[in-house]
Protein backbone atom coordinates (compact mmCIF):
# COMPACT_ATOMS: atom_id res chain seq x y z
CA UNK A 1 0.00 0.00 0.00
CA UNK A 2 1.31 3.51 -0.49
CA UNK A 3 2.25 5.72 2.45
CA UNK A 4 0.13 8.81 3.04
CA UNK A 5 2.44 11.85 3.38
CA UNK A 6 -0.23 13.36 5.89
CA UNK A 7 -2.12 10.91 8.13
CA UNK A 8 -4.58 13.06 9.50
CA UNK A 9 -6.73 16.07 7.15
CA UNK A 10 -9.80 18.37 6.96
CA UNK A 11 -12.65 17.73 5.36
CA UNK A 12 -15.90 19.59 5.77
CA UNK A 13 -14.52 21.03 8.52
CA UNK A 14 -14.10 18.09 10.17
CA UNK A 15 -10.46 16.22 10.78
CA UNK A 16 -9.67 12.62 9.88
CA UNK A 17 -7.76 10.11 11.03
CA UNK A 18 -6.15 7.11 9.76
CA UNK A 19 -5.15 5.07 12.86
CA UNK A 20 -2.54 2.92 11.23
CA UNK A 21 -1.01 5.04 8.73
CA UNK A 22 -0.65 7.83 11.51
CA UNK A 23 1.37 4.78 13.55
CA UNK A 24 3.43 4.51 10.77
CA UNK A 25 4.24 7.96 10.65
CA UNK A 26 5.12 8.26 14.37
CA UNK A 27 7.40 5.05 14.55
CA UNK A 28 9.17 5.93 10.71
CA UNK A 29 9.16 9.46 10.77
CA UNK A 30 9.08 10.94 14.86
CA UNK A 31 10.99 7.99 16.05
CA UNK A 32 8.38 6.83 18.61
CA UNK A 33 8.20 2.94 19.87
CA UNK A 34 5.15 0.89 19.67
CA UNK A 35 3.86 1.28 22.91
CA UNK A 36 4.10 5.64 23.08
CA UNK A 37 2.61 5.49 19.51
CA UNK A 38 -0.72 3.13 20.78
CA UNK A 39 -0.69 5.67 23.15
CA UNK A 40 -0.51 9.00 21.38
CA UNK A 41 -2.84 7.64 18.61
CA UNK A 42 -5.30 6.52 21.59
CA UNK A 43 -5.54 10.37 22.97
CA UNK A 44 -6.09 11.97 19.57
CA UNK A 45 -8.80 9.20 18.08
CA UNK A 46 -10.30 9.98 22.16
CA UNK A 47 -10.51 13.32 21.14
CA UNK A 48 -11.83 13.28 17.65
CA UNK A 49 -14.70 10.63 18.09
CA UNK A 50 -15.73 13.36 21.23
CA UNK A 51 -15.26 16.37 19.11
CA UNK A 52 -13.75 16.12 15.42
CA UNK A 53 -15.66 19.32 14.02
CA UNK A 54 -13.25 22.61 13.97
CA UNK A 55 -16.22 24.21 16.13
CA UNK A 56 -15.00 22.71 19.02
CA UNK A 57 -11.86 21.26 18.65
CA UNK A 58 -9.25 23.84 19.93
CA UNK A 59 -11.28 24.23 22.45
CA UNK A 60 -10.93 20.97 24.02
CA UNK A 61 -7.21 20.23 22.71
CA UNK A 62 -6.14 23.10 24.68
CA UNK A 63 -7.77 22.55 27.94
CA UNK A 64 -6.90 18.41 27.84
CA UNK A 65 -4.15 17.31 25.43
CA UNK A 66 -0.24 17.36 25.90
CA UNK A 67 2.08 19.22 24.47
CA UNK A 68 3.25 15.95 22.91
CA UNK A 69 -0.01 15.08 21.53
CA UNK A 70 -0.98 18.62 20.35
CA UNK A 71 2.52 18.15 18.48
CA UNK A 72 1.82 15.19 16.93
CA UNK A 73 -1.26 16.80 15.94
CA UNK A 74 0.65 19.67 14.04
CA UNK A 75 3.30 17.25 12.39
CA UNK A 76 0.62 15.07 10.93
CA UNK A 77 -1.38 17.71 9.25
CA UNK A 78 -0.36 19.18 5.40
CA UNK A 79 0.71 22.79 6.13
CA UNK A 80 -1.71 24.18 3.98
CA UNK A 81 -4.68 22.59 5.87
CA UNK A 82 -2.50 23.14 9.29
CA UNK A 83 -3.16 27.35 8.47
CA UNK A 84 -6.27 26.65 7.84
CA UNK A 85 -6.95 24.76 10.75
CA UNK A 86 -5.47 27.44 12.73
CA UNK A 87 -7.02 30.15 11.60
CA UNK A 88 -10.47 28.66 11.88
CA UNK A 89 -13.03 30.35 14.07
CA UNK A 90 -15.32 28.12 15.91
CA UNK A 91 -18.58 28.53 17.58
CA UNK A 92 -17.17 31.17 20.11
CA UNK A 93 -15.71 33.02 16.81
CA UNK A 94 -12.18 32.43 18.86
CA UNK A 95 -9.16 30.65 16.53
CA UNK A 96 -6.26 27.71 18.09
CA UNK A 97 -4.32 30.76 19.63
CA UNK A 98 -7.14 32.33 21.67
CA UNK A 99 -8.10 29.12 23.40
CA UNK A 100 -4.46 28.51 23.77
CA UNK A 101 -4.00 32.36 25.75
CA UNK A 102 -7.43 31.54 27.53
CA UNK A 103 -5.38 28.19 29.17
CA UNK A 104 -1.86 29.66 29.59
CA UNK A 105 -0.68 26.97 26.99
CA UNK A 106 2.52 28.88 25.90
CA UNK A 107 4.07 25.72 24.85
CA UNK A 108 1.27 25.37 22.58
CA UNK A 109 1.24 28.83 21.21
CA UNK A 110 4.98 28.60 20.60
CA UNK A 111 4.42 25.69 18.43
CA UNK A 112 1.80 26.98 16.67
CA UNK A 113 3.82 30.27 16.00
CA UNK A 114 6.88 27.84 14.60
CA UNK A 115 4.27 25.92 12.52
CA UNK A 116 4.55 29.64 9.92
CA UNK A 117 6.74 30.25 7.26
CA UNK A 118 7.13 33.95 7.98
CA UNK A 119 7.07 36.90 10.39
CA UNK A 120 3.92 38.10 8.08
CA UNK A 121 2.37 35.22 8.93
CA UNK A 122 2.64 34.69 12.67
CA UNK A 123 1.12 38.39 12.63
CA UNK A 124 -1.78 37.04 10.63
CA UNK A 125 -3.05 34.97 13.38
CA UNK A 126 -1.84 37.12 16.40
CA UNK A 127 -4.09 39.88 14.77
CA UNK A 128 -7.53 38.03 14.22
CA UNK A 129 -10.11 38.94 17.02
CA UNK A 130 -12.95 37.64 18.46
CA UNK A 131 -16.20 39.24 18.27
CA UNK A 132 -15.25 41.80 21.57
CA UNK A 133 -12.29 42.55 19.09
CA UNK A 134 -9.59 41.01 21.41
CA UNK A 135 -6.39 39.48 19.68
CA UNK A 136 -4.85 36.42 21.80
CA UNK A 137 -2.36 38.63 22.75
CA UNK A 138 -5.18 40.32 24.63
CA UNK A 139 -6.10 37.60 26.51
CA UNK A 140 -2.49 36.65 27.79
CA UNK A 141 -2.24 40.50 28.57
CA UNK A 142 -5.53 39.96 30.69
CA UNK A 143 -4.70 36.83 32.38
CA UNK A 144 -1.01 37.88 33.35
CA UNK A 145 0.57 35.10 31.10
CA UNK A 146 4.02 36.29 30.41
CA UNK A 147 5.35 33.44 29.06
CA UNK A 148 2.60 33.99 26.36
CA UNK A 149 3.29 37.34 25.91
CA UNK A 150 6.87 36.41 25.38
CA UNK A 151 6.37 33.95 23.23
CA UNK A 152 3.82 35.85 20.69
CA UNK A 153 5.72 39.16 20.62
CA UNK A 154 9.17 37.28 19.78
CA UNK A 155 7.82 35.48 17.00
CA UNK A 156 7.07 38.90 14.95
CA UNK A 157 9.43 42.07 14.39
CA UNK A 158 9.67 45.41 16.08
CA UNK A 159 7.22 47.25 13.53
CA UNK A 160 4.84 44.21 13.77
CA UNK A 161 4.99 43.98 17.41
CA UNK A 162 3.80 47.64 17.90
CA UNK A 163 1.11 47.51 15.67
CA UNK A 164 -0.26 44.22 17.43
CA UNK A 165 -0.06 46.32 20.77
CA UNK A 166 -1.89 49.49 19.61
CA UNK A 167 -5.23 46.90 18.16
CA UNK A 168 -7.90 47.97 20.26
CA UNK A 169 -10.90 46.10 21.20
CA UNK A 170 -14.64 47.20 21.66
CA UNK A 171 -13.95 49.47 24.19
CA UNK A 172 -11.05 50.71 22.65
CA UNK A 173 -8.49 49.26 25.31
CA UNK A 174 -5.09 48.02 24.13
CA UNK A 175 -2.74 44.72 25.60
CA UNK A 176 -0.78 47.81 27.15
CA UNK A 177 -4.16 49.27 29.29
CA UNK A 178 -5.17 45.02 30.37
CA UNK A 179 -1.85 44.47 31.79
CA UNK A 180 -2.04 47.94 33.62
CA UNK A 181 -5.34 47.68 34.77
CA UNK A 182 -4.80 44.05 36.47
CA UNK A 183 -1.38 44.89 38.20
CA UNK A 184 0.81 42.74 35.75
CA UNK A 185 3.70 44.45 35.84
CA UNK A 186 6.01 41.98 34.77
CA UNK A 187 3.81 41.32 31.60
CA UNK A 188 4.28 45.86 31.60
CA UNK A 189 7.82 45.49 31.48
CA UNK A 190 7.96 42.60 28.88
CA UNK A 191 5.90 44.97 26.49
CA UNK A 192 8.40 47.90 27.35
CA UNK A 193 11.64 46.24 26.51
CA UNK A 194 9.70 44.60 23.41
CA UNK A 195 9.44 48.13 21.53
CA UNK A 196 11.36 51.68 21.34
CA UNK A 197 11.04 53.98 24.11
CA UNK A 198 8.71 56.55 21.55
CA UNK A 199 6.50 53.52 20.99
CA UNK A 200 6.25 52.94 24.49
CA UNK A 201 5.64 56.46 24.99
CA UNK A 202 2.66 56.47 22.54
CA UNK A 203 1.30 52.81 24.20
CA UNK A 204 1.37 54.73 27.48
CA UNK A 205 -0.49 57.84 26.33
CA UNK A 206 -3.47 55.66 24.23
CA UNK A 207 -6.49 56.18 26.04
CA UNK A 208 -9.11 52.85 26.05
CA UNK A 209 -11.93 52.35 28.91
CA UNK A 210 -13.44 55.59 29.76
CA UNK A 211 -11.07 57.55 28.00
CA UNK A 212 -7.93 56.50 30.22
CA UNK A 213 -4.30 56.44 29.61
CA UNK A 214 -2.24 53.36 31.36
CA UNK A 215 -1.35 55.37 33.96
CA UNK A 216 -4.72 56.82 34.34
CA UNK A 217 -6.08 53.12 34.63
CA UNK A 218 -3.43 52.11 37.09
CA UNK A 219 -4.18 55.16 39.21
CA UNK A 220 -8.13 54.00 38.95
CA UNK A 221 -8.13 50.32 39.24
CA UNK A 222 -4.56 48.90 40.66
CA UNK A 223 -4.97 49.25 44.21
CA UNK A 224 -1.35 47.43 44.84
CA UNK A 225 0.50 50.48 42.85
CA UNK A 226 2.21 48.09 41.29
CA UNK A 227 1.45 49.66 37.50
CA UNK A 228 2.27 52.80 38.89
CA UNK A 229 6.01 52.18 39.98
CA UNK A 230 6.45 49.92 36.55
CA UNK A 231 5.35 53.03 34.88
CA UNK A 232 7.30 55.53 36.62
CA UNK A 233 10.63 53.13 36.86
CA UNK A 234 10.38 53.50 32.50
CA UNK A 235 10.33 57.27 32.04
CA UNK A 236 12.75 60.09 33.03
CA UNK A 237 11.55 63.03 35.68
CA UNK A 238 10.37 65.27 32.26
CA UNK A 239 8.50 62.11 30.91
CA UNK A 240 6.89 61.64 33.87
CA UNK A 241 5.37 64.89 34.43
CA UNK A 242 4.19 64.73 30.92
CA UNK A 243 2.36 61.57 31.63
Sequence with gaps: TTTLQYPMWIVDDKIYCDEAELKHHLIQKLNYNEDNACRVIQQITQLLNNNN?????????????????????????????????????????LIALHWCAAYKRSDVIEMILDCCVSEEQCYQLLSITIGIRWTPLHMSCEKGDTESVR????????????????????????????????GHTDVMKMIHESVTHTQWINLLQMKGYRQMTVLQTAVYFDKQSGSIETIRESESDEEWIKL
Excluded at 64 to 90: A, G, N, P
Excluded at 164 to 169: A, P
Aim: aromatic content about 10%.
Design 53 to 93: SLWGFWREAAEKLSTEVIRVILQSIEHTQLIYILSYRDRWR
Design 151 to 182: VMLNHINQDMRYSLLQMRDIVSSTPLLYASHD
